[in-house]
């Protein structure tokens, strides 16, 4: 379940809105159901009607692309913590602790977003503007916790992203075909189901999952 809330997270993450909040601390500058329906450009979702080989070929043409001949499963600790030194600790914390808690999803330098258990806020997200193709994940302490690569192709559709923890080790993997539709897969490249608007289907189209935002 939890891995299912940070995947939802990342594909609301780029669509986040702006807001406004009171009495921030001090901060630093930052660091750096079957018909057809047309999406953006030629993109059409019809996974209901399609052929089972049909599905099949689309999933794995979409996983080729993704995990090519390039893609690092699990960076050794020491190189992954090297590429993200500047990183590992937020040392604006408490500032984007409160901007989180507060509401405000998009400031001139970030876009930030949050994560809550009941009203307590739990961990928090960044995607600095100036290095939009990563995204950072932080306990509520500012410590990394997660990391997302995005290819190059961001924010243009189609782009992929991939998931990694703070160790180096890929933890999931998704393709963006529009902001209403994603294919999820499993860091071994299996294929966990698309996402078409608040619905998510499985490789045989049945319905599995449902999110109350995108």
Known sequence: ???FLI???LICFVSAGVAMAEDLPAKSEPKQ???NVVLQGEAVFNWLDM???ERDTIIQNYKNIIFGEDTVYK???KEFKSMYKDFVKDSDFQYHYMEAKNGIT???QYRLSAFFSGKILISYAIQYKKNPRTVYYY???GHLKYVDMISENYPNFPYW???YRVNGKMISAIYFVSHDMQYMYEPDGEFQGVWFMDKMYDRNAKQTLTRTNW
């Open 106 to 108: 998009e400031t001139p």
């Open 75 to 77: 960076y050794k600790r």
């Open 139 to 141: 306990d509520a302490m």
């Open 161 to 163: 992203s991939k998931q």
């Open 51 to 53: 052929s089972q080989i």
């Open 1 to 3: 379940m939890k891995k």
């Open 7 to 9: 995947f939802l997270f």
């Open 33 to 35: 159901e079957s018909e």
